[in-house]
């Protein structure tokens, strides 16, 4: 028999693998018991509600990005570097992850309790913070300019990993997200570069 922290274990991995669905049909706790082979009752025995599951697998993702996130902070000393390893960990986090995509994405949440989401949103905003002090870092090394918008930077940087989770679930798990990486990284690092206003080209009118 399967002891309670292994038995929540294998009730969020579940959890995951149903929201790996293309279709993203809604999933209720009866099409998850019968799915673990138990009753609704037994689940609930492991979880106040599916809303406290739902922040088992959030909690989860948070310590999995989190953790490699303050490694690479520790071991990587350049900040462009930081940033390239942080982009390429979120990417690949959700090409290994599908179901934790859709819920990184908020698509899973949908007519869930709208505490779920403001978490997700507290995450993504962690994750701008994350790239905006390696992007800072990068500027004390002078790979950057000392007045560049890290803020606005560290959104874009976000935002491009953000619709990249947006075409791999959208696309049925089609589209993964590394595909394109090698190549796109420069383009993203360059851009980071010429960002400054005395480097961009005047608007037209």
């Given at each position: 028999?399967?002891?309670?922290?292994?038995?929540?274990?294998?009730?969020?991995?579940?959890?995951?693998?149903m929201l790996e669905t293309p279709k993203g049909e809604k999933i209720t706790t009866a099409?998850?018991a019968a799915r673990l082979e138990c009753s609704e009752a037994a689940l609930y025995r492991?979880?106040?509600?599916?809303?406290?599951?739902?922040?088992?697998?959030?909690?989860?993702?948070?310590?999995?990005?989190?953790?490699?996130?303050?490694?690479?902070?520790?071991?990587?000393?350049?900040?462009?570097?930081?940033?390239?390893?942080?982009?390429?960990?979120?990417?690949?986090?959700?090409?290994?992850?599908?179901?934790?995509?859709?819920?990184?994405?908020?698509?899973?949440?949908?007519?869930?309790?709208?505490?779920?989401?403001?978490?997700?949103?507290?995450?993504?905003?962690?994750?701008?913070?994350?790239?905006?002090?390696?992007?800072r870092v990068a500027a004390t090394q002078e790979h950057l300019a000392a007045d560049a918008?890290?803020?606005?930077?560290?959104?874009?940087?976000?935002?491009?990993?953000?619709?990249?989770?947006?075409?791999?679930?959208?696309?049925?798990?089609?589209?993964?997200?590394?595909?394109?990486?090698?190549?796109?990284?420069?383009?993203?690092?360059?851009?980071?570069?010429?960002?400054?206003?005395?480097?961009?080209?005047?608007?037209?009118?």
């Open positions: 028999m399967a002891k309670p922290g292994e038995r929540r274990l294998q009730i969020l991995q579940t959890l995951a693998e099409a998850l492991h979880f106040a509600s599916k809303a406290q599951m739902f922040e088992g697998l959030i909690e989860f993702i948070e310590s999995s990005l989190f953790g490699v996130i303050n490694q690479i902070a520790g071991e990587e000393t350049q900040g462009m570097r930081q940033v390239e390893h942080t982009l390429s960990l979120l990417l690949g986090f959700a090409q290994r992850n599908r179901g934790m995509t859709r819920v990184l994405i908020g698509d899973a949440l949908v007519n869930e309790n709208e505490r779920l989401q403001a978490r997700i949103n507290q995450l993504l905003d962690r994750l701008e913070a994350a790239l905006k002090q390696s992007l918008d890290f803020s606005g930077l560290a959104n874009v940087l976000l935002c491009y990993v953000i619709g990249r989770w947006h075409l791999y679930a959208k696309s049925g798990f089609v589209r993964e997200p590394l595909a394109g990486w090698p190549q796109q990284w420069p383009m993203l690092y360059f851009a980071c570069l010429s960002q400054r206003p005395e480097a961009l080209p005047a608007s037209g009118n």
